[in-house]
């Protein structure tokens, strides 16, 4: 990171979600000021912590938004060089939720538009708003060039899913639209210290077909800390661009499955058969890429 850039400011809209806390920790550990937004959610215990952490942080400022109010997002925004935009619903996921999140995205890119000084969006996305469609099974590579099918997420109530492609789809069109630098990054399921505690339900509205997810090789999953260096890396990196996977590991093996169970404990509870001795061998086929993110983390990017 260059001497400018570690002097920058920098917006986490939404701070409160576990992905944008991550981020807001990673971006004052380097340096960076940052202004975090937060969506009033009910008292989350993060949200408390970024609140007490603002009293002893002198580059720490706290914004309450409404992402539906584009005034509140300007406020945030103001001498801030990028923006991470983390939008999640603490909830869940239902089909309300899907248009709100959609909103959400078009108004904190539409303001990106209105301000003079951001330089770049880094958009956090979701590995679901590309897996999902009929023929899935028979895909060799699943790559950023992929999308779910909307249809197919409908009509499987693959709620989360379509919230995260919607709204990334929308976010790129409006970007592109007003010439702004935008990165999307697309995580797999977040993994990480107390995720159960602290992101249960956007947790296990990921997890909506995970056996489906599994048995075709695109359930993977990705701690939450490379995550949040990633979303940094790509804010940092001038030639960073466009879609990126984010991933640590597929999950195509019982004991691989076993090890993601155990770490979103005890939102899954172990299956009484792996409680003493594992049992299976079946190795399904990987089919997710992740090669562009590669050369991202290694020093370059690539379109």
């Known amino acids: 990171m260059d001497q400018e850039k570690s002097h920058s400011c920098c917006c986490v809209l939404d701070a409160s979600t576990y992905v944008g806390f991550w981020i807001l920790k990673k971006l004052l550990s380097r340096g960076y000021s940052v202004h975090a937004a937060i969506r009033k959610n009910g008292d989350s215990e993060i949200e408390e912590t970024i ?7 002198e580059r720490l ?11 509140s997002i300007l406020v945030s925004l103001k001498t801030c060089n990028a923006v991470f935009c983390c939008l999640d619903s603490p909830e869940g996921y239902d089909e309300k939720e899907v248009d709100l999140e959609v909103r959400g995205a078009i108004n904190v890119v539409e303001a990106c538009g209105r301000t003079e000084s951001i330089e770049k969006i880094v958009f956090s996305s979701s590995l679901t708003a590309s897996i999902w469609r009929d023929n899935i099974g028979t895909q060799k590579d699943v790559d950023e060039k992929c999308w779910s099918d909307q249809d197919f997420c409908r009509n499987k109530k693959l709620w989360h899913a379509l919230a995260k492609m919607l709204s990334e789809k929308a976010a790129w069109a409006l970007a592109m639209d007003r010439r702004l630098n935008m990165v999307s990054i697309n995580p797999g399921l977040i993994v990480g210290p ?3 505690q602290y992101n249960p339900r956007p947790t296990m509205s990921y997890l909506k077909g995970a056996a489906q997810m ?25 030639s960073a661009c466009g879609r990126y996977f984010c991933f640590n590991q597929i999950v195509n093996t019982e004991e691989e499955a076993l090890k993601l169970v155990e770490s979103l404990s005890p939102l899954i509870p172990m299956p009484p058969r792996y409680e003493s001795v ?8 990987e089919r997710l890429r992740n090669n562009k993110l590669s050369k991202l983390v290694e020093a370059g990017s690539a379109c």
């Not at 609140?51 to 942080?57: D, G, I, N, P």
């Not at 400022?61 to 005034?71: A, E, I, P, R």
């Not at 594992?278 to 086929?285: A, C, F, K, L, R």
Request: charged fraction near 30%; avoid cysteine; charge should be negative.
């Open 61 to 71: 400022v706290v914004y309450d938004v409404d992402v539906l109010d584009y005034q």
């Open 214 to 238: 599994y048995e075709n090789g695109v359930l993977a999953y990705v701690d939450v800390k490379f995550l949040a260096d990633v979303h940094i890396r790509a804010y940092e990196d001038v």
């Open 278 to 285: 594992m049992q299976g061998s079946e190795v399904y086929e």
């Open 51 to 57: 609140r007490e952490m603002e009293a002893t942080e």
């Open 194 to 196: 107390s995720v159960a």
